[in-house]
């Protein structure tokens, strides 16, 4: 194999690794931005960047199996898990599991004041450069329910999104991505794990705007 197609190769692959969700780009410099990396061995790197002056985003994940996410208008008592109204957030409508434990949420570099209304409204573009934050889960921990069995390829492909935070506009769509590396056999939770449960929420009802 040429030295070329060696590189082309492994820029393919690197990228076929990564998922940037819908609203999330390289360039921005306000907002916030949320990608996905496969690993390679059943775990999941999820990255954050937070542009604004909120500690309110939170990213939370689910299986294709147990998605898509319920509407908004849905009525909670049928909602099945992952799926729960979580009070903390100031909102009503439904989240599934958070990404890592402590949950992966937006952050904020020294010195700058945090989102707190009615005293520090909010900027969209308090951070140029961004706050990076990461997480990493084994899917294969899942509670809430267990994992579903890997496909005969050793792959789950789960879902994640940003659907809290104080101004719609810079919340993030649901994006998907193929995780490998997990066997094709069934994976049921591990006890004490931490990755891959509920956690608490890191949002607040001060946290949300009109």
Known sequence: MSRRLTIITAISATAAALVVAPGSTHAATKGVELTAHDNGDCTVTFTLVNHTNSTFYQPDWWFDQE???????????????????????????????WVGSPALHSELAPGVPAFAPPTVGYNT????????????????????????????????????????????????APASIVVTGCGPQPWGSTAGSSDGGFGSSIGGVAGLLP
């Open 125 to 172: 573009s308090a951070q140029p450069d961004g706050k990076v934050s990461t997480a990493t889960v084994d899917v294969r921990e899942a509670t809430g329910p267990e994992a579903p069995d890997a496909s005969d390829a050793g792959t789950q492909t789960v879902w994640f999104r940003i659907g809290n935070g104080p101004v719609p506009g810079d919340r993030i």
């Open 67 to 97: 998605g898509p996410a319920p509407a908004k208008t849905a009525d909670a008592s049928t909602y099945v898990a992952p799926w729960r109204v979580v009070p903390s957030t100031g909102t009503t409508w439904a989240f599934a599991r």
